[in-house]
């Protein structure tokens, strides 16, 4: 688990330290692990970095989603819609009135400006919700029958039949759903793996957390 936060302290091909991050387009959201929300808190992206439209788009999604213990929205709402997001850190020297200088990490964070903005709309977000919605109304309905025909077994025998048939079924209902995934276009595969991170104009990048530290 710490790897995941002593990786990205390492310098990356082009000698800095910026890195760009998205959430595979196959991943489902289920239990957040709180290491992972610990790790956001550092390398993740912030609301205050998210265009307009994607602004509406998620408070769209803060309406009409119900929030995690202990999980950001905003790591909800970008897991959700896969987007995409660029950090990068590094060192300065906070200057307190009264302390003694010293000298530690900031991290800033920027919105990746070839992202499609049309694929996360306050409508793209609504049809998602109720499609997610009737999934799992339909494993809800699926789970009780299958209490249901468990509890009817009268033998070891008929309870084995039962368990095979209902494998079968849901080895069937597990393809049919990857078979609906949405797998990286083209498109998207080549504007993240030719895009360069330009650290040019670093006002375009907002720090994760608050310091009186200025960015050099």
């Not at 213990?69 to 959700?80: D, M």
């Not at 919105?111 to 919700?129: A, F, G, V």
Request: net charge negative.
């Amino acid at each position: 688990m710490d790897a995941w936060k002593n990786t990205f302290l390492f310098q990356n091909n082009e000698d800095r330290h910026s890195w760009f991050f998205c959430f595979d387009k196959t991943f489902k959201k289920q239990n957040i692990p709180y290491w992972f929300v610990d790790w956001w808190c550092f390398y993740g992206s912030i609301e205050e970095i998210l265009p307009p439209p994607i602004i509406e788009a998620y408070n769209t999604f803060t309406k009409h989603s119900e929030s995690l213990t202990l999980c950001p929205t905003t790591l909800s709402f970008f897991i959700h819609c896969k987007l995409s997001w660029i950090m990068y850190w590094d060192y300065i020297i906070d200057e307190s009135p009264q302390t003694i200088p010293f000298l530690h990490r900031q991290f800033w964070t920027k919105w990746w400006n070839k992202y499609d903005l049309s694929k996360c709309t306050s409508e793209t977000i609504l049809r998602s919700l109720k499609s997610k919605n009737h999934q799992d109304q339909q494993f809800t309905l699926a789970k009780s029958q299958i209490q249901a025909t468990i509890a009817s077994s009268s033998t070891k025998k008929e309870l084995q039949e039962q368990i095979k048939k209902l494998q079968e079924a849901l080895d069937n209902t597990l393809d049919e759903d990857d078979d609906k995934q949405d797998t990286p276009s083209e498109d998207d595969e080549e504007g993240s793996s030719n895009s360069t991170i330009n650290l040019a104009y670093p006002d375009d990048f907002l720090p994760v957390q608050k310091t009186k530290g200025k960015m050099k």
